[in-house]
């Protein structure tokens, strides 16, 4: 959703929990919904772990009812929604989209792009890093930035943005999409 700034640090969430029950990356459950990675190619280098998704369909003009998606494993599930949970509170009223865990392995990118279709433009993209390393950059309208571990990132997604992972281990940052709080609801 488009914002006046690229960038807003929203606050803090604890993320040792999730980071200790990341699979590793050989673990197949990276693999398991490759939707994203098909549909996208800027995201042909990533892996994502998905647990809400709402599925738009062309020509669709609201946002469409989020689906939960239960494969896996359970303390993982648990620890990646406390972590959409603490996002959420930064939008009162507003609901949680789409939930997900995305991996960049070590020296790969997500090149430049600007997201669209009405689940990216309709809602607000917020990043919490779980894994990272020095030489991750996280590129918006050609300015590079570092993201913390364990901090609450909301960016503007309609803006030119990409990732470069330059260092010698994976990222992963969990992904939490929020539907604004309906009028008149």
Not at 86 to 99: A, D, E
């Amino acid at each position: 959703m488009r914002m006046d700034e690229p960038i807003r640090l929203l606050g803090e969430c604890p993320v040792e929990a999730l980071a200790a029950l990341l699979p590793a990356p050989d673990d197949a459950v990276w693999d398991v919904h490759g939707d994203r990675q098909q549909r996208f190619t800027v995201h042909t280098q990533t892996r994502s772990i998905v647990f809400l998704i709402g599925r738009p369909t062309p020509g669709m003009t609201a946002l469409p009812e989020p689906e939960r998606i239960d494969y896996a494993p359970a303390a993982l599930a648990e620890a990646a929604w406390a972590c959409g949970e603490q996002v959420l509170r930064h939008f009162p009223g507003g609901r949680i989209q789409r939930l997900l865990l995305t991996e960049l392995p070590a020296m790969t990118t997500i090149p430049p792009h600007k997201d669209g279709g009405i689940a990216m433009t309709d809602t607000w993209r917020c990043h919490v890093p779980v894994l990272t390393n020095p030489d991750v950059t996280f590129m918006i309208d050609e300015r590079d930035y570092y993201f913390a571990p364990g901090r609450i990132y909301q960016i503007d997604n309609m803006r030119r943005h990409g990732v470069d992972n330059r260092g010698a281990t994976r990222r992963v940052h969990l992904i939490c999409n929020i539907a604004p709080a309906q009028s008149g609801a």
